[in-house]
């Protein structure tokens, strides 16, 4: 099955206590691409200026990623720009200039909307809305969101995760949308909104996923070098969903597994900056990362 994913397209320039690039790849829907396209055919809508250099596309192309919707506007590319402190778990943010993605309109070509798997990136939830009303009866919709929306949009976020069948969050995001930091509890109060599928991720240590009365927990994967940490929230969703589509199955025992490819994909994605840990895997090196993964936490 194939995974449809809306959200922001971007160049980053990015400084950690290992280096810097700039005018490097980034964005939701490019992390999530490089990831789920491993497991499954990807298409993106998304929306990039006349400046953006599409020969960086090419390893997506060459992995079968569609790029119909991927609107070329006249003018500048989104770019944000950060600097991770010495334990990356901070960051601050030097600059966001949305330049064409401040009027980015998703519009789904007609072959998109039958897709069955669709994420909805971290993008305004007035655009995710937008997106759902061109979809024809997906399988599965998965809605990403980040504190800003929680702070500054909570009623159109309140409607779009009506109509979710799961939703994404961190930590801080579950607590902020609750008021409860107990993220058990928090999760369930999610599941109150609408969705019936919750995945909690909390960073270095790890993630969970709650359905109903079912909860399965899943530590992130233990590694020496980590080089920038930005897009791994996304790869993560792209490893997670592409096995979702690619078994076609969404039970829990399927989350199970799909959380821990997730977990995988992410841990690939922060060794090196942007995306190009992700251009060069094979299928084999993530098979064999779970393999590990498994057997270290089995008891």
């Not at 020969?55 to 990623?65: A, C, E, P, S, T």
């Not at 600059?95 to 064409?100: A, G, K, R």
Request: glycine letters at 8%.
């Amino acid at each position: 099955m194939s995974v449809l994913v809306v959200g922001s397209t971007a160049l980053d320039s990015v400084k950690t206590p290992f280096g810097e690039v700039n005018d490097t790849l980034g964005g939701s829907a490019f992390y999530f691409s490089a990831a789920a396209s491993y497991f499954a055919p990807v298409k993106i809508v998304g929306i990039v200026g006349d400046d953006f250099p599409l020969d960086q596309l090419d390893f997506l192309i060459k992995r079968g990623v569609d790029l119909t919707g991927l609107e070329i506007a006249k003018g500048k590319t989104f770019r944000w720009g950060g600097v991770y402190h010495e334990n990356m778990n901070h960051r601050d943010t030097l600059f966001t200039h949305l330049n064409v993605f401040e009027t980015f309109s998703p519009k789904l070509p007609e072959a998109y909307r039958d897709t069955p798997f669709v994420f909805l990136a971290n993008i305004h939830p007035e655009l995710q809305l937008q997106v759902l009303e061109q979809t024809r009866n997906p399988r599965l919709v998965m809605l990403d969101t980040m504190n800003l929306w929680i702070d500054t949009a909570l009623a159109p976020l309140k409607e779009v995760m009506k109509k979710v069948d799961a939703v994404i969050l961190n930590d801080q995001e579950a607590t902020q949308i609750t008021g409860e930091i107990n993220l058990i509890r928090a999760a369930r109060k999610v599941t109150d909104l609408g969705p019936k599928i919750v995945i909690i991720k909390k960073g270095e240590h790890g993630a969970f996923v709650l359905a109903g009365d079912e909860i399965f927990a899943i530590p992130a994967y233990p590694l020496e070098s980590l080089y920038d940490p930005t897009g791994a929230g996304d790869s993560f969703a792209g490893g997670m969903v592409g096995y979702l589509a690619k078994c076609n199955d969404i039970s829990m025992e399927s989350f199970r597994k799909a959380i821990a490819y997730g977990t995988v994909t992410a841990s690939f994605s922060v060794e090196q900056f942007s995306i190009d840990r992700l251009k060069d895997l094979k299928m084999e090196d993530i098979e064999t990362r779970y393999r590990k993964l498994a057997e270290m936490t089995r008891f």
